[in-house]
């Protein structure tokens, strides 16, 4: 059981260092042939245009389609915007959640704030249901979700922050900077359902 973590921009040394504290094998990725001993991928926060294009220089974009017609992979933030398939701009997707995303949607004045979220889903991994204190750093909105898109979070004026379909995960959020590895744990469970 390995998980990888897209490397090619933003904050993918967050992630690695919380899966391995939780026990979890996990390793950068920037090359298609590193995705082929992978149970699931995370693709990470930073700039969603920047990953995208190097995304096409390195010649993922088809080889992350194939990987996530099979198995898990989770974008945090600028990682969900490029799991999508409408960012409203010309800008290289994945186009494998029917999400459509709204980029930097809290403007530039609430550019970064933070929130205790409700996400009933977690229960898989913590039967309390403790609220998740989310990071949002200049975020994308999931404005709408398509057939088969199960919402995994709201904000408290129903706006959707995470998103569900099949093994394929989405967060407006980073779980990745807070120390809490729910969110981690509940998407290592579903690559291992893969
Ligand atoms: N604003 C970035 C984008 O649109 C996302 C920000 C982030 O990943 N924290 O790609």
């Known amino acids: 059981m390995k998980i990888g973590v897209l490397a090619l921009q933003g904050d993918f040394v967050e992630h690695i260092a919380i899966l391995r504290s939780i026990g979890v094998d996990a390793v950068e990725v920037r090359l298609p042939d590193q995705l082929d001993s992978l149970s699931g991928l995370i693709i990470p926060g930073g700039e969603s245009t920047t990953i995208g294009k190097l995304a096409v220089a390195y010649g993922l974009i088809e ?6 017609a099979s198995r898990a992979i989770w974008g945090t933030c600028a990682g969900a915007i490029f799991l999508s398939d409408d960012a409203h701009r010309d800008q290289p997707l994945l186009s494998l959640m029917r999400i459509q995303v709204e980029r930097n949607a809290f403007g530039r004045q609430v550019s970064s704030f933070e929130i205790d979220l409700d ?7 913590d039967p309390q249901q403790r609220p998740f204190h989310a990071v949002f750093i200049r975020a994308p909105l999931i404005e709408k979700v398509g057939e088969g898109v199960q919402t995994l979070a709201q904000l408290e004026d129903g706006r959707i922050v995470a998103a569900q379909q099949g093994r394929l995960l989405a967060t407006s959020f980073h779980p990745e900077l807070t120390g809490d590895s729910r969110v981690h744990q509940y998407f290592v469970k579903l690559a291992e359902s893969a």
């Open 63 to 68: 080889p992350l389609r194939e990987f996530g």
């Open 119 to 125: 996400i009933p889903a977690l229960k898989a991994v």
